[in-house]
Structures are given as C-alpha cells and as structure tokens.
C-alpha cells in the first residue's frame, strides 16, 4: 500500500475470481494483496473494475479491501531453492514457509518468449538413458518433447529415468507437479533423495486441494526457476506434469470469468497460453560465468584443481597456473596460456570452457596438451 497509496474493495465473487472496484492505477500481471494476507493477480481490466485472480486456499469476502503492489507478479528464484518442494508462490510446500530467495532475483512468472535472435542450433544430444529412445528417436538439449499415453502405460517411469540421466550429467531437473495428489508429490520427493540427486532437482507442487488459480500458477512458477538456472549457464530439465490438468483448471478459471467458450469449453486463447509457455524453453545463447582469477594447479594428466566448486557451468578463468617440471613443456602448445613466466614461477592463463563432471572442487577437465 505503501508503495502505490491505492486500495480498492471485493464488490463481486466468482469462486477464485473476484471483482475489485477502485483500483485506477493497476495494470494486467500486477500483484495485488488483499486485507487478510491473500494474494492475487490482476487477469482483467474493464471498464469500471478489475478481474483478479485469487493466489490462496483462504476465501474472500465482499468488502474486503485491497491493495496495489505497483509491481508485477514474481517469485523469488536462488540457489537456495534447489533441493526442496515449492508450492506455486515460491513458499516451502509442506511448511508454507517463504524461501529466502537470493537477493535482487525476484523474477517474474509471465515474461515474453525470447526471439529466435536469442537461440541456436540444437546440437547436443539428451541421454535419456533408455537405449530404444536414444538409438531410435534421440532427443537434442533444448528440444521440446511431449509424452502421451493411457494411464498406467509407463510414461512416469520414463520421466524419472530421463531426470535421473540428466542430473546426474550435470544438468539441473525442475518437476512441475500440477494439480496432483500429496502422495505423488511425495513419491517424487522420495525419489530424487533416493537417487541421490536431490541436490541437482527442484520440485514445484500444486495439489488438488489448492486454488484454482494456485494450479494455473504452477508451470509458470516451474518455468522462471527453469530460466533462472539457465541464465547461470547451467543445462535444465524441466517437466511440466501435466498439462492437461493444467487446461482443465484454466478452463473453470475461463467460464467462471464468463469467457466465451469453444470446443469442449475450453476458452480460445488455450493454445495461446500454452504455446507461448511452452515457447519459453529452447537452445539459449548464455554469457558465460565469469569467475574471478586466482592459483589453481595442474597434475602431470593434464587436470586443472582449483578452490571454487561449480557443476556444469561455462566459464572463464584467469589467474596464475603453477605446474610441476613434469609438464612445463607441454605449455607450449597451449595458446591460452602465456609463456613467459612470472616472478614466482607461474604462468599467467586465460581457460574458457565448460565444468560438467560435479567436484567438490573446480571440477576436472582436461586441457588440449
């Protein structure tokens, strides 16, 4: 309230849309709080009030005031996110307690698709780790796949083999469980810390017993985490389960808003939403992680040791390399790395490459010599 000085009243309910009178200044995406903690997003602008959509278990009532945020809706993304169950606003799932976010990455969940500028070509294969699909029909890193089948015909166990193989390449996995029972969420959980991959995985759960408008949230919430590690150059995983579940609901949220409905009534910007989703992930030119110089050491294999730890980033190293006697000529084929030596004996380098075998410290590659 502090921030805009406007505050508006509930005139109107319709399930987990309400109607929301004196509100001049909102615009469509804002955050908006209602007077008992609830919070929700402005969906529609007429011509004498607002559409907004309810983002909580509790109800509201007519009357209750209503303030502006002034800023659009977001969650907060950090590493401190990865290894634990979010719900559809960010918060810890079985707590709903907030996460503290890293600071100054508040992002928001409904951002334009990057254009086609900002991709490249798919050249790198996924290892899904089952051999029919990687032999027959191999799918590339930044190619988006949709799975169908009946009920029980196996797609779960797909899923989980495909998540298991990415992150324990290096790739970080983000699961979207829309809409779907506690004991299903909870199996999941149990499988990334079974696996021993918990550290690498994120889970982004929405119930049935959530609002609708908490369920429509929930890829959009799976897909900013997603775009957060990617803008940190690592690979991601993300699996939106499903989005079938996720059209039904937006369904009840469209004819409960009394949108004209089409076939089946499903509204007509359906494929919109879900395109423009979906369109969000791809092959991604990243800049590169630039890491702060400092002495790092070779071993006689050609393996660089340092002190920072970092899992399947790009990055660009600068610093003084101390090697042993043993390969000091090899350096002379190595163009990165200056030849003259310094005072102490180092050699001044300039490595760029990528990390994707996990180390407790720098991670091991091998350099060209």
Not at 24 to 40: D, I, T
Not at 87 to 99: F, H, P, Y
Request: with cysteine; hydrophobic share 40%.
């Amino acid at each position: 309230m502090s921030a805009t000085g406007e505050v508006g009243f509930v005139s109107r309910i319709s399930n987990w849309v309400v109607q929301v009178d004196g509100l001049p200044g909102a615009s469509l995406g804002e955050m908006v709080r209602f007077e008992q903690g609830q919070l929700g997003m402005v969906t529609a602008l007429n011509e004498s009030e607002l559409e907004v959509l309810v983002l909580a278990r509790e109800l509201v009532v007519v009357g209750m005031r209503v303030a502006r945020s002034g800023s659009v809706f977001g969650v907060q993304v950090g590493e401190d996110v990865v290894g634990k169950t979010l719900d559809a606003l960010g918060e810890n799932w079985a707590s709903r307690v907030k996460t503290n976010g890293t600071v100054g990455n508040l992002r928001p969940v409904d951002v334009v698709p990057t254009g086609i500028v900002g991709r490249k070509k798919i050249e790198r294969q996924l290892v899904t780790g089952i051999m029919m699909i990687d032999l027959m029909i191999p799918v590339g890193k930044g190619q988006r796949e949709l799975i169908m089948g009946d009920r029980k015909t196996g797609k779960s166990f797909v899923v989980k083999q495909i998540m298991l193989s990415s992150a324990k390449s290096g790739s970080m996995c983000v699961f979207a469980a829309i809409g779907k029972k506690r004991t299903e969420v909870i199996q999941m959980n149990d499988f990334f810390t079974k696996s021993g991959i918990a550290d690498r995985a994120v889970i982004v759960a929405t119930t049935s017993d959530d609002s609708a408008g908490e369920i429509y949230l929930c890829p959009y919430t799976a897909m900013t985490i997603a775009e957060y590690f990617r803008d940190q150059g690592r690979d991601v995983l993300l699996v939106l389960d499903d989005m079938t579940t996720h059209a039904k609901f937006y369904r009840e949220l469209s004819l409960v808003s009394k949108k004209f409905p089409g076939r089946d009534s499903y509204p007509g910007d359906i494929f919109h939403i879900h395109s423009k989703l979906l369109e969000r992930g791809g092959n991604f030119e990243v800049k590169g992680m630039q890491l702060a110089g400092g002495d790092i050491s070779l071993d006689s294999n050609g393996k660089i040791y340092g002190a920072r730890s970092i899992d399947n980033y790009r990055f660009n190293l600068r610093g003084n390399l101390k090697v042993s006697q043993e390969v000091a000529d090899k350096l002379q084929i190595l163009s990165l790395v200056e030849k003259q030596k310094t005072a102490d004996g180092a050699y001044p380098f300039t490595i760029t490459g990528r990390v994707t075998k996990p180390s407790i410290r720098i991670g091991e590659f091998k350099l060209p010599i």
